[in-house]
């Protein structure tokens, strides 16, 4: 099965001026921004660019191969496409501008852009999806009751600040949360700006709240949005999403499809699945959904508070992990259920309220599924844990 290695092995001979931009070529410059090219590539004004050779070289000098080959994650494989890059008459006339990268605990945000100058003419402006980081997955779950994010801000002034003056006409995109914050750049810039974009590539990337949806500006980009998810999607099920994506064959399984690299290709387009979406991404969207919509903003916001607390004592502890959360949901709610005890006094029964949502509504929706497993295990975990205070208190005595 062929994917975006094989694309620039059996395609990168092929110029612009002979095959007009693609979907995955969108793909490729959406992975290339998770590198970090801090100090390489000039930013975040674009003022100054370089080209495809220098950067190859001057990367390569202050790193080895070894450390991106046996990487799992998309985002730390990505730095390898850079070989082939080099060597692809498609790409190598590439050059890349405005490099800028954000991470803020206090504000909880994690945010990284980068532009690129193609051969045909215009500018491809890729977003970092989340990474692996605690903070970069807290500002996902802070969409949930913020109308809009800091790092959606920033994606938002970026193109107001670079793009003012420029007559080269626009593509936004990225993959993940990147893949959001290229729709509400999309969407919010100044109306000047957005006359200039010509497309955006939401590549398996979550959606909006319905105020979001809802708003004029939005709706006026979504003739131009280009949402691509593979048949078992997960993250592109959380929030509303109005327009109708590609969905595509993998060769992953489950939340391993979220790898770009195992996206499936044929020449220029991917592989469309037949059969659309799963039923275990459509039963994933019902449960969130109907979780979602039962609790008010203020509820919202002190679970994802409390429960990043408490992810991030887990971590410290060598307990749980951030890869826990998003792929051994039962493991991770155990563990969330026994410390209990651990959430400020207040929030406590609130916390454990919420959590007994998700898996009632788990239990209604996914049977044969993680979430059935959870809903087994978790309800009597939940249960258990109404005296878990007092027994931590106990312990400390």
């Not at 109005?242 to 595509?248: A, D, L, Y």
């Not at 959590?355 to 209604?364: A, E, F, H, M, R």
């Amino acid at each position: 099965m062929a994917n975006i290695n094989d694309y620039l092995d059996w395609r990168g001979d092929i110029p612009f001026s002979v095959d007009p931009f693609n979907e995955v070529d969108n793909l490729v410059l959406s992975a290339l921004v998770y590198s970090h090219f801090g100090g390489l590539v000039p930013g975040p004004e674009c003022k100054h660019s370089i080209s495809m050779q220098k950067l190859h070289e001057q990367f390569f000098k202050k790193h080895k191969d070894e450390e991106f080959e046996n990487a799992s994650e998309s985002a730390y494989i990505a730095p390898l496409l850079l070989h082939k890059l080099v060597t692809s008459p498609r790409f190598h006339d590439v050059k890349m501008t405005g490099y800028l990268s954000h991470t803020d605990e206090e504000t909880q945000v994690q945010f990284a852009c980068m532009t690129f100058l193609l051969p045909d003419g215009t500018n491809y402006v890729a977003f970092r999806g989340t990474d692996h980081t605690l903070v970069g997955w807290k500002e996902d779950f802070n969409m949930s009751f913020l109308y809009r994010t800091p790092g959606q801000v920033m994606a938002a002034d970026y193109l107001n600040k670079n793009f003012k003056f420029t007559r080269r006409k626009l593509r936004l995109g990225g993959h993940s949360k990147g893949g959001n914050l290229a729709v509400y750049a999309g969407a919010f810039c100044n109306s000047t700006i957005q006359k200039k974009i010509i497309g955006i590539y939401s590549n398996d990337g979550p959606g909006f709240r319905e105020e979001i949806v809802s708003e004029k500006s939005y709706q006026k980009i979504l003739p131009i949005i280009h949402s691509i998810v593979p048949n078992q999607t997960i993250v592109s099920m959380l929030f509303e999403s109005p327009f109708e994506p590609k969905v595509i064959c993998s060769s992953a399984d489950g939340l391993a499809q979220h790898n770009v690299f195992s996206w499936q290709i044929e020449r220029n387009h991917f592989i469309e699945a037949t059969g659309g979406l799963s039923d275990k991404s459509k039963m994933f969207q019902k449960t969130f959904q109907g979780w979602i919509s039962e609790l008010d903003m203020e509820k919202r916001q002190i679970f994802v508070d409390e429960l990043f607390g408490l992810l991030a004592s887990k971590q410290r502890e060598g307990v749980l992990t951030i890869d826990d959360l998003l792929t051994n949901p039962t493991q991770t709610i155990t563990i969330l259920s026994k410390n209990i005890g651990e959430v400020k006094d207040e929030h406590q029964e609130l916390f454990k309220e919420v959590l007994y949502k998700l898996v009632i509504s788990g239990k209604d929706t996914m049977k044969d599924s993680f979430f059935d497993t959870v809903s087994k295990n978790g309800t009597r975990l939940l249960k258990n844990a109404r005296g878990g205070k007092k027994r931590n208190d106990k312990k400390k005595k």
